[in-house]
């Protein structure tokens, strides 16, 4: 909690704590029994990186709650944890990945396209502009 709560604070992009969230709530319901997964990165005993990613239809799985400490990031924590979630969609068959972020994020942004996605489209979701991204596999 401490992490996606100052994370998301650091941007300007939390929107309080809501519906939104019950993925965090229940990890392994929301995750792992819906044929997820769920990875984090830790440095002295403390997480400073998360991210999972959850089948939806038709061979798609979508990459969400990726979050970095502020202070960890540009130190490859996110592209570890891309990376395992990507390793795992191609175990699991996956032909395609989505995620979506708010404009405020602008580093995850260079971190997604940097692995190959491409922006899709934009929406407001929770008050938030937010961008739709696609990769396929």
């Given at each position: 909690?401490?992490l996606?709560?100052?994370?998301?604070?650091e941007?300007?992009?939390?929107?309080?704590?809501?519906?939104?969230d019950?993925?965090?709530?229940?990890?392994?319901?929301?995750?792992f029994?819906?044929g997820?997964?769920?990875?984090?990165?830790?440095?002295?005993?403390?997480?400073?990186?998360?991210?999972?990613?959850?089948?939806?239809?038709?061979?798609?799985?979508?990459?969400?709650?990726?979050?970095?400490?502020?202070?960890?990031?540009?130190?490859?924590?996110?592209?570890?944890i891309?990376?395992?979630l990507?390793?795992?969609?191609?175990?699991?068959?996956?032909?395609?990945?989505t995620?979506?972020?708010?404009?405020?994020?602008?580093?995850?942004h260079?971190?997604?396209?940097?692995?190959?996605?491409?922006?899709?489209?934009?929406?407001?979701?929770?008050?938030?502009e937010?961008?739709?991204?696609?990769?396929?596999?």
């Amino acid at each position: 909690w401490a992490l996606h709560n100052t994370a998301l604070l650091e941007v300007g992009a939390h929107p309080g704590s809501g519906e939104w969230d019950t993925d965090l709530r229940d990890i392994p319901g929301e995750y792992f029994d819906r044929g997820g997964e769920f990875v984090v990165g830790e440095l002295d005993g403390e997480v400073v990186a998360m991210g999972g990613i959850r089948p939806l239809e038709d061979g798609t799985m979508d990459v969400r709650k990726m979050r970095i400490r502020p202070d960890c990031q540009r130190r490859g924590y996110g592209r570890a944890i891309l990376e395992a979630l990507h390793a795992f969609a191609r175990c699991r068959g996956a032909r395609k990945l989505t995620l979506h972020t708010t404009v405020r994020q602008t580093p995850a942004h260079a971190l997604y396209r940097s692995f190959g996605y491409r922006e899709i489209d934009r929406t407001q979701i929770y008050g938030f502009e937010c961008i739709h991204f696609e990769k396929l596999l």
